[in-house]
């Protein structure tokens, strides 16, 4: 069946970095766009990154963009986001996300990232 | 501030039907594809509409989506307790370059 399991979440200081890593199963990977998708506490969804299924073309969220870098290895069914210069407004359960242009089929159970001193 | 704009919560009765509405402009709704979402907190959100008014398998038909113009609407049908979730609209907009989702809607089933 088809799964995404994000992994690297944690506690770590402003200022500081932490590696997401999403990794995916039961379903042509290499095919789909791939997106990154963060709740903070209390908060709604709020898309953070999108790369491409062939990694040419990479989107930013405003908030995250100079800082994070999103990247995949279809060759490991893997996607990651490299988060640097975290911020306490970063805190938040980060979701990987698998989409068409219709939608987001797949979701992972998504991974916390707490930026706290 | 979120580019889509929902209400914040809706509630009915068991049974009963609600709509949701997520409104927006040329740049995104009125001119891409819009995929509602559930979300139970702690759990991964689950896709219930795709390409305005499509059921992934599995979706009953108690829920559907409709597109006019710059705004979008999910109905959902014979309210069940289990329903009771944040629901979600979300587009690609083109200006920003950007997936933009609503600000979310709690649905309470009284």
């Known amino acids: 069946q088809v799964q995404l399991v994000e992994s690297g979440g944690g506690v770590v200081q402003p200022g500081g970095s932490l590696k997401l890593s999403c990794a995916a199963s039961?379903?042509?990977?290499?095919?789909?766009?791939m997106h990154w998708v963060r709740q903070a506490p209390g908060k709604g969804l709020e898309w953070v990154a999108f790369?491409?299924?062939?990694?040419?073309?990479?989107y930013y969220g405003d908030s995250v963009k100079g800082r994070f870098t999103v990247s995949r290895d279809n060759s490991k069914n893997t996607l990651y986001l490299q988060m640097n210069s975290l911020r306490v407004e970063d805190t938040a359960v980060y979701f990987c996300?698998?989409?068409?242009?219709?939608?987001?089929?797949?979701w992972g159970q998504g991974t916390l990232v707490t930026v706290s001193s | 501030q979120s580019v889509l704009t929902q209400p914040p919560s809706v509630s009915a009765a068991p049974g009963q039907k609600v709509t949701i509405s997520c409104s927006g402009s040329?740049?995104?709704?009125?001119?891409?594809?819009v995929s509602w979402y559930q979300h139970v907190p702690g759990t991964a959100p689950k896709l219930l509409i795709s390409?305005?008014?499509k059921r992934p398998s599995g979706i009953p038909d108690r829920f559907s989506g409709s597109k006019s113009g710059t705004s979008a609407t999910l109905g959902i049908t014979g309210l069940q307790t289990g329903d009771e979730a944040d629901y979600y609209c979300?587009?690609?907009?083109?200006?920003?370059?950007?997936?933009?989702f609503g600000g979310g809607t709690k649905l309470t089933v009284l």
């Open positions: 996300t698998a989409c068409t242009v219709g939608g987001c089929s797949f």
């Open positions: 039961g379903f042509t990977f290499s095919y789909y766009g």
């Open positions: 790369i491409q299924y062939d990694v040419n073309i990479k």
């Open positions: 040329s740049s995104n709704i009125g001119n891409n594809y």
């Open positions: 390409d305005n008014n």
């Open positions: 979300g587009t690609w907009d083109n200006s920003l370059s950007a997936v933009v």
